[in-house]
């Protein structure tokens, strides 16, 4: 079992949609990162927590630290929101381990 | 600000030859971490460093090897390259080392051919 899961692999969704994707988490963590990556391969970090909840304009992300368990939304989605977002734990250690992503289309 | 700048954007090698790779961070930012993404194994961590020191190592051979010099600038260097070396190699800098913000360059694209 690898120790960074993400759900769904893949997800389609129409524009408008509000949209989750979930991150589950064995291992203890000093932070919890959502990032996106276009095609092209540039990697953007949306956010950073290691407690509650954190929003930035239509993207909301929340951590649960007793269940392990963070989930990223994006509500009001938009075609210009398809890319892959991608969780990464950081250890205690502070080493970085990488969920496989989780790769959006929202069409128009 | 300027962005973190990795250098060569791509490049082409055959089986047996080395490479380096560049990272500039931004700024100020202090540690530089290396990563490898592949379509198979998604973004595996490579190493980081820190005021010129390797603070972490990620689980590769010893081919990949890396160092950070006085201003921050990091280069990995892969030897002896493989066909599964194939992959965009990605660094990213922060402030300081541990839980902090990641900014990341636009990769440096490898083929081995």
């Known amino acids: 079992k690898n120790e960074v899961e993400q759900s769904p692999q893949n997800l389609t969704a129409q524009e408008g949609e509000f949209i989750t994707i979930n991150c589950s988490y064995s291992?203890?963590?000093?932070?919890l990162h959502w990032l996106q990556q276009h095609p092209g391969g540039g990697i953007v970090s949306l956010f950073m927590?290691?407690?509650?909840?954190k929003k930035h304009g239509r993207l909301i992300a929340t951590i649960n630290i007793q269940e392990k368990h963070s989930s990223l939304h994006i509500t009001a989605s938009h075609p210009r929101d398809s890319a892959v977002y991608i969780c990464?734990?950081?250890?205690?250690?502070?080493?970085?381990?990488w969920g496989a992503g989780t790769k959006l289309i929202i069409k128009p | 600000k300027a962005g973190v700048t990795q250098t060569p954007r791509y490049l082409i090698k055959t089986r047996g030859q080395q490479v380096t790779l560049s990272c500039s961070p931004i700024s100020g930012h202090r540690s530089v971490s290396w990563y490898q993404q592949t379509p198979g194994q998604g973004l595996q961590f490579l190493f980081e460093?820190?005021?010129?020191?390797?603070?972490n190592k990620g689980n590769f051979p010893g081919r990949f090897s890396g160092r950070q010099f006085s201003n921050s600038r990091s280069e990995m260097n892969v030897s002896t390259l493989e066909l599964g070396d194939s992959a965009l190699y990605l660094c990213?800098?922060?402030?300081?080392?541990?839980?902090?913000?990641?900014?990341f360059g636009e990769g440096s694209r490898l083929t081995v051919l």
């Open positions: 927590l290691s407690s509650g909840k």
């Open positions: 990213a800098s922060s402030l300081l080392t541990g839980p902090g913000e990641l900014f």
């Open positions: 291992v203890g963590i000093s932070a």
């Open positions: 990464a734990v950081g250890s205690s250690n502070y080493q970085l381990i």
């Open positions: 460093y820190f005021s010129e020191t390797q603070r």
